[in-house]
């Protein structure tokens, strides 16, 4: 089965800056579309960033010109780098990949467990 699986999170102050990382392991054929999803307390999962097979790249525009979302295919890794953190980007990230695990079959969508961000002084 497929697991996807983050680290990077972690604690940082204003202004600082955190790396996560979403490895993907297990029966994989394919993966297209991947993304980063944050949640915080008290409210609804938001879309961060996705970048596709090509490298083609969005944002929400709350992140816009202080994240960076990348992908490394040999490794079924996708990273978002946090630059300028402000505490309202306090919140778990979640990672999801769209994955294919056999040959001439869709992807369907897999979902990380998520990594805990804190900004705070």
């Known amino acids: 089965q497929v697991q996807l699986v983050e680290s990077g999170g972690g604690l940082v102050q204003p202004g600082g800056s955190l790396r996560l990382s979403c490895a993907a392991s297990?029966?994989?054929?394919?993966?297209?579309?991947m993304g980063w999803y944050r949640q915080a307390p008290g409210k609804q999962r938001e879309l961060v960033a996705t970048?596709?097979?090509?490298?083609?790249?969005n944002y929400a525009d709350s992140v816009k010109g202080r994240f960076t979302i990348s992908r490394d295919n040999a490794k079924n890794t996708v990273y978002l780098q946090m630059n300028s953190l402000k505490p309202e980007d306090t919140a778990v990230y979640i990672c999801?990949?769209?994955?294919?695990?056999?040959?001439?079959?869709?992807?369907?969508?897999?979902w990380g467990q998520g990594t805990q961000v804190t900004v705070s002084s």
């Open positions: 999801k990949q769209e994955i294919a695990r056999t040959l001439l079959v869709t992807t369907r969508d897999y």
């Open positions: 297990g029966s994989i054929v394919r993966i297209d579309a």
């Open positions: 970048i596709t097979r090509g490298g083609n790249t």
